[in-house]
């Protein structure tokens, strides 16, 4: 096959979202590789890697802008990739929202098939076009890590009684199972008698959930979640490094100060009745978590 046809023959495989026929096209050594793969992929895992691409994306298509030999044995194709979010996307429910990205695949070409794909394209386009955040910040700095962050609210303005802490350690390529569990986890804790809030961060190699409740007691309906059986029966058998949970009460609050926009001066909400000292009213108080 002429290498301009297999390109084609690979296009094809992809609009046809047929990811036999994707790997088909490659020799028995050949790889994919693009900025999100964390490393050439091989066989199978290729074709895996389209189809978790259609479970997000299930119109996914490209269209060939242009396509040329550069080499004997490369093709450099230029495309561009539409397709609509009705699928979970990086462990987060769907959008439904359109994108459209813009990249270059070069593809090596040999004897037995495709020898390699190395995609090229704008990381950011698609979350961005998503609406999500995309944070550009290093891993670590001396002493410190840095991460993400995301909150859950019940709307409660209710003082916490108790707060239920989860540390989990893991290598970076389980992030992607362990953030589904974690989102599995708090969708059944939203629902649960005496939640408050919650907060998931990840950072440094390590997931920290922290979640507030209105009495200790009520931490314990954890135990009876599926998701979170789920992940504690995964962590035992596969996941993870190391991990640990905990439910610490609150020894003290100090007053829950809030400025007063008539003279600009912080007062103790709860113990003036929503009211400063100055006689103007306080905005309303956020939630303690």
């Known amino acids: 096959m002429e290498n301009l046809d297999l390109a084609q023959a690979y296009f094809d495989a992809w609009n046809a979202r047929d990811a036999a026929a994707i ?26 890697n389209a189809t ?50 813009r990249g270059v695949d070069v593809i090596e070409t040999g004897a037995d098939g495709i020898q390699s794909v190395t995609g090229y394209f704008d990381t950011r386009a698609v979350p961005e076009q998503l609406g999500l955040q995309v944070l550009v910040q290093p891993y670590s700095v001396g002493p410190f890590s840095f991460g993400n962050a995301v909150t859950v609210q019940s709307g409660k303005k209710t003082k916490p009684g108790a707060f239920s802490i989860t540390t989990i ?15 599995a986890t708090a969708r059944e804790m939203s629902e649960m008698d005496g939640f408050i809030g919650l907060t998931l961060a990840r950072v440094g190699g390590r997931g920290i959930t922290i979640s507030a409740w209105e009495k200790p ?12 059986r789920e992940a504690m029966t995964r962590f035992w058998t596969e996941l993870g490094d190391a991990a640990f949970t905990s439910v610490w009460t609150p020894e003290r609050y100090n007053p829950l100060w809030v400025r007063c926009p008539a003279c600009n001066k912080m007062s103790d909400y709860e113990k003036n009745a929503g009211q400063c000292m100055c006689g103007g009213a306080l905005p309303q108080a956020p939630a303690y978590f």
């Open 52 to 101: 978790g691409l259609w479970d997000a994306f299930p119109d996914l298509s490209f269209e060939i802008r242009s396509a040329a030999e550069t080499a004997p044995s490369r093709v450099v194709a230029e495309w561009t990739m539409t397709g609509t979010n009705t699928g979970a996307f990086a462990g987060l429910p769907p959008t439904g929202r359109a994108v459209s990205l």
């Open 217 to 228: 007691e009520n931490a314990k309906q954890l135990l009876k979640s599926g998701a979170h």
């Open 169 to 183: 350690w893991n290598e970076a390529e389980q992030d992607g199972k362990v953030r589904a569990l974690s989102v």
């Open 23 to 48: 790997v088909a096209t490659f020799g028995d050594s050949g790889t994919y590789a693009d900025p999100t793969t964390n490393g050439p992929l091989t066989g199978e895992a290729i074709g895996a």
